[in-house]
């Protein structure tokens, strides 16, 4: 079926650096989707994109977080700079649409660790 | 906010048994949100099972079912017999209708099967 891909699928980061989690979604999938789940807790919506604008984010976005695709190419998850709480895993998800017949095709996750 | 509640952290269950994996929901929409259930198998990304969009139906999928009950606000899964194949991690989770494809996830049940 389709894949999400996210390499790496660990990053190790120390607190104040800038880190860049890495998406390649379903090709010809328009809208795409972060989440973010903390060690032994749910995962929890962070922000879903579309046409290279934010549609809507969570409380969990912060001003340090921001997302792109730029050219067509990966979709991105920048936070800067990382602070120990933002240590957790992420998931990229996309799908070609929106509505209730549209499936979510999630990645495996890339788990963060800031120190 | 909306929220969804597993209640069992972790199952086992001897192959050829029957499972059931209980999922409760609240939700603030006016509207019956969409109900979905995702499994994660080992080393691969979330995948959608099963969904129900409309209250009262029920969706099946791989020999797993599960009934949308809008009196009990609930959506358990269950399979009458289960194969060792199927030891993963099961979220159920809810979107609002007309939403952004923004899901809310349970804590997740991590299912074992037993040889």
């Known amino acids: 079926g389709p894949k999400v891909l996210q390499i790496p699928s660990h990053q190790i980061i120390d607190m104040g650096q800038m880190v860049t989690l890495n998406c390649d979604p379903v090709?010809?999938?328009?809208?795409f989707y972060w989440y973010k789940q903390i060690l032994g807790q749910q995962m929890e919506f962070l922000v879903n994109?579309?046409?290279?604008?934010?549609?809507?984010k969570s409380k969990l976005f912060k001003d340090q977080f921001s997302v792109e695709r730029p050219d067509g190419s990966y979709f991105t998850l920048k936070i800067q700079p990382t602070a120990l709480e933002d240590s957790a895993v992420y998931f990229c998800?996309?799908?070609?649409?929106?509505?209730?017949?549209?499936?979510?095709?999630f990645g495996s996750g890339t788990r963060l660790t800031v120190l | 906010g909306d929220s969804v509640t597993q209640t069992e952290g972790q199952v086992t269950v001897s192959e050829s048994k029957s499972l059931i994996i209980n999922c409760t929901y609240s939700?603030?929409?006016?509207?019956?949100?969409?109900l979905f259930w995702y499994v994660r198998y080992p080393g691969e990304g979330l995948q959608l099972l099963l969904k129900?969009?409309?209250?009262?139906q029920k969706g099946s999928s791989r020999g797993f079912e599960a009934t949308y009950n809008k009196e009990a606000t609930s959506f358990h899964l269950q399979k009458a017999s289960v194969q060792e194949s199927d030891s993963a991690v099961y979220y159920c989770?809810?979107?609002?209708?007309?939403?952004?494809?923004?899901?809310?996830f349970g804590q997740g049940t991590v299912l074992s099967v037993i040889p």
């Open positions: 090709s010809n999938h328009l809208y």
């Open positions: 129900v969009i409309t209250a009262g």
């Open positions: 998800a996309s799908s070609s649409g929106l509505g209730e017949s549209e499936t979510l095709y």
């Open positions: 989770a809810l979107s609002e209708t007309g939403g952004n494809n923004k899901l809310t």
């Open positions: 939700a603030t929409s006016i509207g019956y949100p969409n």
């Open positions: 994109f579309y046409n290279g604008k934010v549609m809507e």
